[in-house]
């Protein structure tokens, strides 16, 4: 491969495959700002669980809080700030590897190589461990989800932020993130609802009819999904088009490898002419 060939093959390769990356990456920042504007951005996908927690509200007779403002932050604000922080790093990576595949700089060839060669390596130790136990991720995403449960307002609660837990347990028949304890941390929560004090809100009720048939401390053992945790069910929301996410994670390594097998190229074909050193910012060919 080094031994009197002409590296333009293998830039053309380095140029088309950072290309697809940078695109790539462009479309993973887009989805970020996406998700992190909220339902101004997404608002329209989200009437499925409009429609649901009306249902719940009128059979628990509550004041409706205006469910057009429900909105599901604590989902989609992570997950759009791993989307921008991957892509703004897949992005930079990306350039080096155009302006190396343009052949104006050989230098680059080997900061980009670098780059890629620790994302790439970074990444499928990522995939195996994921692979093998999830659990340190479970861990780390339950964490964050439960301690933004301090701003959950009860039942009545007319913020987006309590909106969008209450649709998402109303919805998904489940409370809190592990279980009912989750509230603990929810300070703002008053607990009382149609003069009845509430051992879960009562949206984790089975039978939504009344707090005082449902979520008092008397029936809240079987009258309630009390240990029945909403992670699984929204880490499933988030990753329902596993087939989609499989493929888009392979081909960002896929095309990682190549860049990697095209930069190796060009520089064991520099070595082959005798050019050990990188030098200063040359045009190579």
Not at 9 to 19: E, F, K, N, P, Q
Not at 61 to 70: A, E, L
Not at 108 to 130: E, K, S, T
Request: positive net charge; hydrophobic residues 45%.
């Amino acid at each position: 491969m080094c031994e009197g060939k002409s590296p333009r093959g293998a830039r053309l390769g380095l140029l088309i495959c950072s290309t697809f990356l940078l695109v790539l990456a462009l479309t993973c920042i887009a989805g970020g700002v996406v998700l992190i504007i909220g339902k101004t951005a997404y608002g329209n996908e989200l009437q499925f669980l409009r429609d649901n927690l009306k249902t719940s509200y009128t059979s628990l007779s509550i004041s409706t809080p205006n469910v057009n403002d429900i909105d599901i932050i604590f989902i989609t604000i992570p997950l759009g700030a791993v989307l921008l922080i991957f892509g703004a790093l897949i992005s930079g990576i990306s350039i080096l590897g155009i302006i190396a595949g343009a052949g104006q700089f050989y230098r680059f060839v080997i900061v980009f190589l670098v780059f890629i060669g620790c994302l790439f390596f970074a990444q499928i130790v990522v995939i195996i461990c994921a692979y093998i136990d999830r659990t340190p991720f479970d861990s780390t995403v339950k964490l964050l989800l439960k301690n933004s449960l301090s701003g959950y307002t009860g039942d009545d609660g007319k913020d987006s932020f309590t909106i969008g837990w209450n649709a998402v347990m109303s919805y998904k028949k489940c409370c809190g993130v592990d279980s009912f304890d989750d509230f603990s941390v929810a300070t703002g929560w008053s607990k009382s609802l149609g003069g009845v004090t509430l051992k879960t809100p009562a949206m984790c009720c089975i039978t939504k009819s009344s707090p005082a048939n449902c979520a008092n401390t008397a029936n809240y053992l079987t009258a309630t999904y009390y240990n029945r945790g909403c992670y699984q069910h929204m880490w499933d929301y988030v990753t329902s088009n596993t087939g989609l996410i499989i493929f888009t994670v392979f081909f960002i390594v896929l095309l990682e490898f190549l860049c990697i097998f095209f930069a190796v190229w060009i520089i064991c074909n520099r070595r082959s002419k005798g050019f050990t050193k990188v030098g200063s910012y040359e045009r190579y060919n």
